[in-house]
């Protein structure tokens, strides 16, 4: 570095590739690796000059031992890269090893103060009876798993080891393979694309049972390696298959399943993925249509008043839930990960087989993209519903809005089909229509941890932005404004979305998701201000800053003179163990932090909120 | 080998319950209210019993009320330090507020509502001129939210200036088209005889003091009246300039609110600057000539 003049200073422009996934990576392993299947298998001339394969190698790329009991991936964590066997053997653990951390099931929320008393109690006599480390999961308030009452390994971690890195271990790892349904993996297989992929959580655990050698490839690479079309076209049968299979096992709806029952569903079952995984390039031109014309483009997964053919599972992203009104269409909810639709009509055919079925009551279209699966009509009519308890299925359709032959009902009352879908009833709140079709429209489902701000409780005194400047050396990471639905303000801070599609395209990797706390943050060592991010992000939460050094001095590049710039973005102070400081500022409680994906949580806080 | 479980138990405070919406109006209310009456009450009860005991009983309630006023600035403290775990700031300013109350009690324990000597008149003075700020401070912050949302939601104290420009062209340009007809030409006159002023300067000290919406209405009513003279163009041209002229004085309303606020802020801030140069003068004195505790 070269000191330019006192208020600027001039550096060389970061490119990418200037922080490789492992700087030591050897030559020799690189061309090792290039004999090795699937890179030996792949055709060096479809990849650019200025990103060959064997470039991708080197830089992200890297390869990582393990010892028996090693965990490789976690469940719940979220992903960044893809694992090739390499040597040896690890197994993947498609039952839940353990609980989700920081969520015991049998200690929820408390809502008075003697229940917070008693479950004080509960939690001591817990630690009494089975110790730390063989603690058994108690009743859960969710639907049961067949592995609930096994006793659960508990992950060891090790800070440091001889070698300066932190790993995860089981303790007795044959007595957890016995223990819990797992498939093995070997030399050559993939594993931990999906979540890399979809910048989703795995969905299940790998661990090593013997010493094994893994490649660990970054999502920047595997997208590179993708231009592959044999490759490609192995990832994605692989994506769908395992994609398929994990949905299906831990749907509660099939939970009572035998085996045999559940091999003829995962055979029936259809994977389809609506829309495009980078939609935010087409969500910015929809935005500018009429709200009626916007709905209209979007891809429509199933239509009011047409046959029930399938039952319908969304795996990922989001979808309205919405029903023909007047000269448009009312939104009733929407969807996500977890929702099924469609249930309610078939049960309405399973309780009265004599009569003739009723079509789909509401109409589900796809925001974005999303994957759905589909399990024929027959198939949950002759396997999935009669193992269901008549308690757990959805109401009776006493007043269809469509009747058996399609045709509208026309005095029926326009949300009479509010919560007919299974897991949406709990979910399906009293929030305003008009709130809900706010937050589908701004596509603000999709954030986990949306700056809300309460207007009729702030006074604009700027205290809030303040801290945000003081925590990031004077920048403020949001910005106080953007949309309004009455007193309430969405501001202008990233969301830490339930899908980033601000992560598709970087480079570098330097935009990743934290893996335990699911926090988007920004690596400075590595952003090279390519943009990318930013103009992804569809709600402009994502601002171009000029990098200045410790002292204050702008950065400008050496050869052009031009400002280099750094993308930046909330983080939410994730280094400060007393949380958003913004949050934290506030005089008049009156920022927010809230899970817009999830109509419960809204409505939670509406009902907690006081004037 | 440094090692430790993942899966750890929640922390008692993580645990700890929500309040239902009713138990928290009624908890932030009369708990902190009770608390400052018993506060009261105690320092009345110490003061009277150091008296008994034939103490002096002004260091009793004078070193009191300091230490109620050190508690009260340490809000300023906290503002200023955002990185460390010492409560949100929203639960300070509560407090803030509810041991301002109990400063008051103390005072009057302290010194009497009227006080001799210049020094001491000083003094008071300061003290009344922060807790005056403090009560009107109070008073904007809980009723500027609503003035603010009911003129047009949220707009950025530092966008006013630029939004006002943006506005004051979009007039002129309006009224330049307007003059170009003789069919129209009214709006353009109106513009220059009434409107331009308003657009192109920021409002007086009155409205900035006490903002009303009687000028708002009385340009409307007047721009209305020159309906007569236009066509149904003029009257759309008109129709588009009563939008520009609410637009506008929205945001003169937003800048009075919003600099209002600060003020009183301010306000508050000198005030305890005076207040406790003066105060460490009086303790000094009060040390210097008084005999004994």
């Known amino acids: ?611 | 080998m440094n090692t430790k479980t993942q899966t750890q138990p929640r922390s008692l405070l993580e645990t700890l319950p929500t309040f239902s919406a009713t138990s928290v109006r009624v908890g932030r209310r009369l708990i902190p209210t009770a608390m400052v009456i018993l506060g009261w009450l105690t320092l009345r009860a110490f003061r009277d019993r150091s008296a008994e005991n034939l103490y002096n009983e002004a260091f009793v309630t004078g070193y009191s009320l300091a230490a109620i006023c050190i508690f009260l600035m340490l809000l300023g403290v906290r503002k200023r330090v955002i990185t460390t775990q010492i409560g949100r700031l929203a639960v300070w300013q509560r407090t803030h507020h509810y041991l301002g109350l109990l400063s008051l009690g103390a005072y009057a324990l302290h010194a009497g509502v009227l006080t001799t000597g210049w020094l001491e008149s000083l003094l008071a003075l300061s003290f009344w001129a922060i807790a005056l700020t403090g009560l009107i401070g109070w008073y904007v912050n809980r009723t500027s939210p609503k003035m603010l949302a009911a003129a047009g939601g949220q707009i950025l104290r530092q966008d006013i200036s630029e939004k006002s420009k943006l506005i004051a062209k979009e007039a002129y340009t309006l009224a330049l088209t307007a003059a170009g007809k003789n069919d129209t030409a009214a709006l353009a006159d109106h513009y220059q005889a009434s409107l331009s002023t308003f657009f192109s300067t920021r409002r007086g000290w009155v409205y900035r003091i006490k903002p009303s919406g009687g000028k708002r209405r009385k340009l409307l009513d007047d721009l209305e009246s020159i309906d007569r003279y236009l066509s149904e163009e003029g009257r759309t041209q008109r129709r588009a300039m009563s939008v520009l002229v609410s637009s506008k004085d929205d945001l003169d309303f937003q800048s009075a609110i919003q600099n209002r606020i600060r003020f009183w802020a301010a306000s508050h801030t000198w005030a305890l600057g005076c207040f406790v140069v003066l105060t460490i003068a009086h303790v000094i004195i009060a040390h210097q000539f008084t005999s004994s505790w």
Not at chain 1, 239 to 254: D, M
Not at chain 1, 285 to 306: C, F, R, S
Not at chain 1, 441 to 459: A, P, V, W
């Open chain 1, 1 to 611: 570095m070269r000191t330019q003049s006192s208020d600027q200073i001039a550096i060389d422009r970061p490119v990418r590739w200037d922080h490789p996934l492992d700087p030591e990576m050897l030559q020799r392993d690189i061309r090792w690796m290039l004999d090795q299947p699937p890179f030996s298998e792949m055709n060096p001339d479809v990849f650019p000059s200025h990103s060959s394969l064997e470039d991708v190698i080197r830089h992200d790329c890297r390869i990582l031992r393990y010892e028996p009991g090693d965990v490789i991936v976690r469940e719940g964590d979220y992903g960044g890269s893809a694992y090739l066997v390499l040597r040896g053997s690890v197994r993947a653990f498609l039952e839940s090893l353990w609980q989700p951390r920081g969520k015991p099931s049998d200690l929820s929320q408390p809502s008075n103060w003697m229940e917070w008393l008693k479950q004080q109690f509960k939690i001591k006599s817990l630690n009494r009876s089975h110790g730390p480390n063989n603690r058994r999961e108690g009743s859960r308030s969710g639907p049961q798993t067949a592995s609930a009452d096994k006793l659960r390994p508990t992950p060891i971690q090790q800070v440091e080891t001889a070698e300066g890195k932190s790993r995860i271990f089981l303790q007795d790892i044959n007595a957890v393979i016995d223990g819990f349904q797992s498939e093995p993996l070997g030399v050559g297989e993939i594993f931990g694309e999906m979540a890399a992929i979809t910048r989703s959580q795995h969905r299940y655990t790998v661990v090593a049972n013997a010493p094994a050698i893994m490649l660990e490839i970054r999502w920047q690479g595997l997208r590179i390696l993708r231009r592959d079309k044999a490759f490609r076209e192995y990832l994605d049968a692989r994506f769908r298959e395992t994609s398929l299979q994990t949905h299906l096992r831990e749907t509660p709806l099939l939970r009572f399943l035998d085996d045999a029952s559940m091999a003829k569903v995962i055979a029936g079952t259809r994977i389809e993925s609506i829309g495009d995984r980078e939609w935010f390039a087409e969500y910015r031109d929809t935005q500018k249509l009429d709200v009626q014309a916007q709905i209209l483009q979007e891809p429509v997964i199933a239509a009011e008043g047409h046959p029930v053919k399938d039952l319908i599972l969304i795996r990922a992203g989001f979808a309205r839930l919405s029903f023909e009104q007047g000269r448009g269409h009312q939104t009733i909810a929407y969807l996500g990960r977890g929702h099924v639709f469609g249930l309610s009509e078939l049960a309405h055919r399973f309780r009265s087989p004599a009569s003739k079925p009723l079509p789909y009551q509401e109409s589900l279209r796809a925001l974005g993209f999303v994957d759905v699966l589909k399990i024929p009509a027959e198939l949950v009519l002759s396997h999935i519903l009669p193992k269901i308890r008549s308690s757990e299925l959805p109401k009776p359709i006493t007043n269809p809005r469509y009747d058996d032959g399609g045709l509208v009902v026309s005095d029926v009352l326009p949300q009479s089909h509010l919560g007919n879908s299974y897991q949406v009833e709990s979910t399906l709140s009293k929030l305003e229509t008009s709130l809900v079709e706010f937050l589908v429209d701004e596509r603000l489902i999709n954030g986990k941890q949306t700056m809300m701000i309460d207007l009729d409780r702030c006074t604009g005194c700027d205290e809030c932005v303040k801290a945000c400047a003081t925590t990031h050396n004077g920048t403020p990471r949001f910005v106080r404004n953007g949309p309004q639905f009455g007193p309430l303000l969405f501001a202008h801070a990233c969301m830490h979305c339930t899908d980033p599609v601000c992560m598709i395209g970087c480079p570098t990797g330097a935009i990743a998701r934290d893996q335990d706390s699911g926090v988007i943050s920004i690596n400075s060592q590595t952003c090279i201000g390519c943009k990318t991010c930013s103009e992804s992000c569809p709600y402009d939460n994502i601002v171009m800053v000029q990098v200045r050094d410790e002292k204050g001095r702008a950065a400008v590049d050496r050869k052009t003179q031009l400002p280099i710039l750094q993308a930046s973005k909330c983080d939410l102070c994730h280094e400060l163990k007393s949380g958003p400081s913004c949050q934290n500022a506030c005089p008049h409680h009156a920022l927010f932090r809230i899970d817009t994906s999830d109509t419960g949580s809204i409505e939670q806080w509406f009902n907690k909120r006081i004037v």
